[in-house]
């Protein structure tokens, strides 16, 4: 019973499609986020996530598609939709004069949320004054307002467009946490990044929107897999290239003392070679958001059938 | 749900309202305070009536002798005599060698004579008469003012004690009658001086502040980028912007007995309630809320289609501007009256409550109905547009 309730298509967006005027929102989106998962909505400045967010939550009309929400229509029900639905803006701004507390209580209101007990917990966790003014806060602190509002009302889905914007690194952890027992207690969440490290760490499945159409949707760890790693390496001495064609590696690349190379599988063989060397330095890193878009269309991954193996549907 | 978004515009806007309030306060409760000064103004003695001496015959045919106290000797004096106190247009001008003058008894009507001294040194006195009585040639005239500068006013006085200020004079006028239902007013009676004083202005007072908050009741959430907090909520677009019209509604509601409130403090403080009560005060300006409803459903109606405070400001004013001047315009000329059905000011008869207790509730539905049909079309618009980012 738990397993099949665990399958649920929580959203569902289908040839999704918005222009503003004779400028393109987003081209063709197809994607199905299934209750209780994390799901990143990942794409470059422009890319169209904050349009089909908003879509999503009726804010915006679309020019084609059907979205579906808790199997509701995100236009015509989309009140139903909201009563059930946590969001944070990517782009806000706070009603001025207000106590920070004096606002919440308003949305929580709004909401038709009778407790306040979680927007104070959150508030205290993300170390949010609720006495402060609204036009007195830091971008950082507006932030935050926006976080306690978008989980404050225990809503079922929660949809969040660049939660981590403006945090520092710390309160951004407390964030993933807040996110992660969300999850635990059973709620989908949807939200958008242009940070590569943040959905991997934690998000379950992501999707990758370019120009206004969904490339690709995948589970992380295969996209984790597919994509590698760049390895860095600075040795005492001069390394010979040849030595590191293996399975799994590429992009090698020499530069007197220093080695760089993409690997996807057998990082187990390429460290023993490199242990065998005297190193100075070594540095393993993520692709950034570019770097994957580059690597993902020269590698001519998105021609491979097995890789879209989710586009517009399961992982 | 229900009752958020109402009180929360309170809670808003409570600075703007209170420094409203205060503004409303001193014009509507400060302007009767004027009254009783103006009124003596107008019925007190003219301007050096004392210099001037007026022997009026018992009989038509003989003539009126008006003398005044000489000046230096050699002097010339100019008497223009007129049926209006403001002495425009002339019947008639005087030029005098002596300190007197006879002038014909043969009028009904109340005349008012001015004397003043005349230096009429290189000026074709004849000439001169012959232009008295076209001001715009006399400007135009190729001869100096300069030459008539040093005149000395010696005062005024009239055939009739029983005279009427320059006002009340304007006030008969037939244009300005039409203003006020064909209603002879006058600024001596506190009904005329409270009707022309500060009815007559109140839509530009009220209008304007109430144009202003309804825009930006709305537009402040587009600009500064509220709306998708408020919009993350299940209420519907409908909701918000009905909640937020029946909040200034109550606000409107609020000013307007605020003033009524300060207008009748200040016509009991003065001791004319016995001439004007408070009742009537009260009905007059509340009578003007379903004015300012319409307004203030014009300025949700411009503020969703143009979603920018300036856009919609703009055509705010301009609606209540338009509406004054058609009213004003349609009004005055007789050939475009049918126009002045088509204003809200039309419907909102405050001299027919001030003359003859007459409230018109019909007028007063009406102008809520049309804000019904108003509001219905902001609705629509605010539920088909996209919420900007």
Redesign the interface.
């Known amino acids: 019973m738990i397993r099949k309730k665990k399958d649920e298509i929580i959203l569902k967006i289908k040839n999704l499609k918005k222009y503003?005027g004779k400028f393109r929102g987003v081209e063709n989106v197809n994607l199905e986020v299934k209750r209780g998962e994390i799901f990143g909505f990942l794409g470059p400045n422009g890319a169209g996530k904050?349009t089909t967010i908003?879509v999503c939550?009726?804010?915006?009309?679309k020019n084609a598609g059907d979205i579906k929400i808790f199997g509701l229509d995100s236009h015509r029900d989309s009140?139903?939709i909201?009563?059930k639905?946590?969001?944070l803006?990517?782009?806000?701004?706070?009603?001025?004069?207000?106590k920070v507390k004096?606002l919440l209580n308003?949305?929580l209101?709004?909401?038709?949320c009778k407790s306040d007990k979680k927007m104070k917990d959150l508030a205290n966790r993300l170390d949010l004054d609720l006495k402060r003014k609204t036009q007195e806060l830091s971008k950082g602190n507006r932030q935050k307002v926006?976080i306690v509002?978008?989980f404050m009302a225990d809503q079922d889905l929660i949809i969040l467009d660049e939660p981590t914007s403006g945090l520092d690194p710390l309160v951004q952890q407390e964030v993933y946490k807040i996110l992660k027992e969300a999850q635990a207690e059973g709620k989908t969440i949807f939200m958008s990044s242009h940070v590569l490290a943040e959905v991997e760490s934690i998000c379950d499945r992501v999707g990758i929107i370019r120009e206004g159409i969904l490339q690709v949707v995948e589970d992380v760890h295969v996209l984790r897999e597919k994509m590698g790693k760049i390895l860095e390496v600075e040795f005492f001495l001069p390394v010979d290239a040849k030595k590191f064609k293996l399975p799994g590696v590429s992009n090698i690349k020499t530069e007197g003392n220093k080695l760089s190379l993409t690997v996807t599988e057998n990082i187990d063989d390429v460290i023993k070679i490199v242990a065998d060397q005297k190193i100075i330095n070594m540095n393993l890193k993520t692709f950034s958001l570019e770097e994957l878009f580059l690597k993902y269309y020269s590698d001519g991954l998105e021609k491979q059938p097995d890789s879209k193996v989710s586009v517009g549907g399961d992982a | 749900m229900l009752g958020k978004v109402f009180f929360m515009e309170f809670l808003t806007s409570w600075k703007g309202i209170l420094i409203f309030s205060f503004i409303v306060l001193l014009t509507a409760g400060g302007m009767p305070q004027i009254y009783p000064t103006f009124k003596e103004t107008l019925e007190g003695d003219l301007e050096g009536e004392e210099n001037l001496n007026i022997e009026i015959p018992a009989e038509k045919g003989e003539n009126i002798k008006l003398s005044w106290t000489p000046q230096e000797s050699g002097m010339s004096y100019i008497i223009v005599e007129s049926n209006l106190l403001s002495l425009f247009p002339p019947t008639g001008v005087i030029i005098a060698n002596n300190s007197n003058v006879s002038i014909p008894y043969d009028f009904n009507e109340t005349r008012y004579y001015a004397v003043s001294t005349l230096n009429i040194t290189g000026i074709d006195i004849t000439e001169y008469l012959s232009y008295v009585f076209n001001i715009t040639e006399l400007y135009n005239h190729k001869f100096s003012i300069k030459n008539l500068s040093n005149t000395t006013f010696i005062g005024m006085t009239s055939t009739s004690k029983d005279k009427k200020s320059a006002f009340d004079e304007i006030l008969d006028n037939p244009a300005y009658k039409s203003l006020t239902g064909g209603r002879v007013t006058s600024m001596a009676e506190i009904e005329g001086f409270i009707s022309l004083e500060f009815f007559s202005w109140w839509i530009f007072l009220a209008g304007l502040f109430f144009a202003y908050i309804s825009v930006s009741s709305l537009t402040d959430g587009f600009e500064g980028k509220h709306m998708d907090l408020i919009f993350s909520t299940p209420i519907s677009r409908q909701h918000y912007l009905l909640e937020k019209f029946a909040a200034l509604i109550v606000i409107a509601f609020f000013i307007l007995l605020v003033a009524a409130g300060a207008m009748a403090g200040g016509i009991e403080q003065i001791g004319y309630s016995h001439e004007l009560s408070s009742y009537t005060v009260f009905l007059a300006i509340i009578g003007s809320l379903p004015m300012l409803s319409v307004i203030m459903a014009i300025g949700f109606l411009s503020a969703v289609v143009f979603r920018s405070t300036r856009a919609g400001m703009g055509i705010a004013f301009l609606f209540v501007m338009v509406e004054f001047i058609l009213f004003t315009v349609a009004s005055l000329v007789g050939s475009l009256e049918g126009a002045k059905y088509a204003t809200i000011m039309h419907y909102w008869d405050y001299n027919s409550v001030l003359y003859d207790g007459l409230f018109k509730t019909a007028d007063f539905i009406g102008l809520f109905v049309v804000t019904g049909v108003i509001l219905m079309l902001a609705i629509y618009v605010f539920k088909k547009k996209d919420i900007p980012a």
Do not use: C, H, M, V
């Open positions: 503003y904050t908003r939550l009726g804010l915006l009309s009140e139903k909201r009563a639905t946590g969001y803006p990517g782009d806000f701004g706070l009603i001025p004069d207000l004096t308003y949305l209101g709004l909401s038709n926006g509002q978008a």
